[in-house]
């Protein structure tokens, strides 16, 4: 089963003030530590959709073995990113693993867990799960795709959550850790590292 890697980056970070992907964390920017968690648990590829940052985004990625996907849209929403993203994806792909920069709390053991969890069940998406509710890191098999392409606006992955009851859980309490400011990024910074 070949798992490609999916790393959302093209938001325009209203909230954050600056392109929050380019922000740094523990002496990496946010893109380069998705890329860097992904990169070693895909081997088919890793994939970075860009948009309101291209410019830096693509220089913070110099010497990365990534394939960067524009998306010109990205001020539609959060789907325009996952269906660019998709549709740029291998043919020998079985699965998606959908990581966004804005969660970097996450560990490589977080999503070794959930990698392991969907190879238990390939056929079913395979979420983290925090705080009663389900999101990404989140893996989706290649029968789920057709569904991805179909979101509109500001729809992510957690719609098809909603429309598949079945689907594997890995408790992922670093996943609810979502930087939407400056001061939510300098509070991770600070917390011990795990």
């Not at 003030?17 to 648990?41: F, N």
């Not at 992955?157 to 996943?175: F, G, N, Q």
């Amino acid at each position: 089963m070949i798992l490609a890697g999916l790393l959302l980056a093209a938001g325009g970070a209203t909230r954050f003030g600056s392109p929050k992907v380019l922000a740094p964390y523990r002496g990496k920017t946010l893109v380069r530590r998705g890329v860097q968690l992904l990169a070693p648990r895909c081997p088919g590829g890793v994939h970075v959709v860009v948009g309101a940052s291209a410019v830096g985004v693509r220089a913070a990625l110099a010497g990365e073995a990534i394939t960067v996907v524009d998306n010109p849209d990205w001020a539609r929403g959060l789907s325009t990113s996952l269906v660019r993203g998709v549709a740029v994806l291998p043919p020998a792909v079985d699965a998606v693993l959908i990581l966004l920069c804005d969660q970097p709390a996450i560990t490589a053991a977080d999503l070794d867990a959930l990698i392991a969890a969907w190879r238990v069940e390939p056929g079913l998406i395979a979420a983290a799960g925090f705080n009663g509710r389900l999101g990404p890191p989140v893996i989706i098999p290649r029968a789920f795709w057709p569904q991805l392409a179909a979101l509109r606006g500001d729809q992510g992955a957690r719609s098809l959550l909603e429309w598949h009851t079945e689907h594997t859980t890995v408790a992922m309490p670093h996943a609810a850790l979502d930087v939407d400011t400056p001061e939510d990024l300098a509070r991770l910074e600070a917390a011990p590292a795990q």
